[in-house]
């Protein structure tokens, strides 16, 4: 599921299923916590990514 190479849309994507999957009824403790660090871990990769491109944009705008 998670992976270095993922794109921010990917990440994105999956950590939008996380959400969707923590406010599920049918859900255990373990599952949700299993969810909610994967989650966390795409939040972060999420973060990076876009850290990343304003760095980039910084860079360029000054240019």
């Known amino acids: 599921m998670i992976n270095d ?3 921010f ?4 994507s999956a950590l939008e299923k996380a959400a969707s999957a923590l ?3 049918n859900i255990s403790l373990e599952e949700a916590m299993k969810i ?3 989650g ?3 939040y972060n990769k999420c973060r990076q990514i876009l850290d990343e491109a ?3 944009i910084e860079i360029y705008s000054k240019e």
């Open 36 to 38: 909610f660090e994967d």
């Open 40 to 42: 966390t871990v795409l």
């Open 9 to 12: 849309e990917e990440a994105l």
């Open 5 to 7: 190479n993922m794109t």
């Open 23 to 25: 406010r599920g009824d």
């Open 54 to 56: 304003k760095q980039k």
